[in-house]
């Protein structure tokens, strides 16, 4: 129905920089709130960046503030997070989110749809 696509995660020393994208894909209506989420081993996925729709307003975790940032391509469906500065303690699982209306035979429904992960390591 809905797939969100991954891609950009690595090996990366410390202080250098990725830049993650995820493609939404399938039968969809519209996309409001997109974001990304990370899981580090042995802890709870917690947000790190979202972007909403139409005027594009951002949040970030404290965490990431100044060195993270997130944008989005609406006529792609795609959403990014430039990774900059990046340091150990980033090293996670990384996934994307996204709020969308999709269509459901002849209806909408609005539903939360989630990318499989990507795999960042930062290494010191």
């Known amino acids: 129905q809905v797939q969100l696509v991954e891609s950009g995660g690595g090996l990366v020393q410390a202080g250098g920089s990725l830049r993650l994208s995820c493609a939404a894909s399938?039968?969809?209506?519209?996309?409001?709130?997109m974001a990304w989420y990370r899981q580090a081993p042995g802890k709870q996925r917690v947000l790190v960046a979202s972007?909403?729709?139409?005027?594009?307003?951002?949040n970030y975790a404290d965490s990431v503030k100044g060195r993270f940032t997130i944008s989005r391509d609406n006529a792609k469906n795609t959403v990014y997070l430039q990774m900059n500065s990046l340091k150990p303690e980033d090293t996670a699982v990384y996934y994307c989110?996204?709020?969308?209306?999709?269509?459901?035979?002849?209806?909408?429904?609005?539903?939360?749809?989630w990318g499989q992960g990507t795999q960042v390591t930062v290494s010191s």
């Open positions: 399938g039968s969809i209506v519209s996309i409001n709130t």
């Open positions: 989110n996204a709020v969308l209306q999709v269509r459901v035979r002849w209806d909408t429904n609005m539903i939360s749809a």
């Open positions: 972007i909403t729709s139409g005027a594009g307003t951002t």
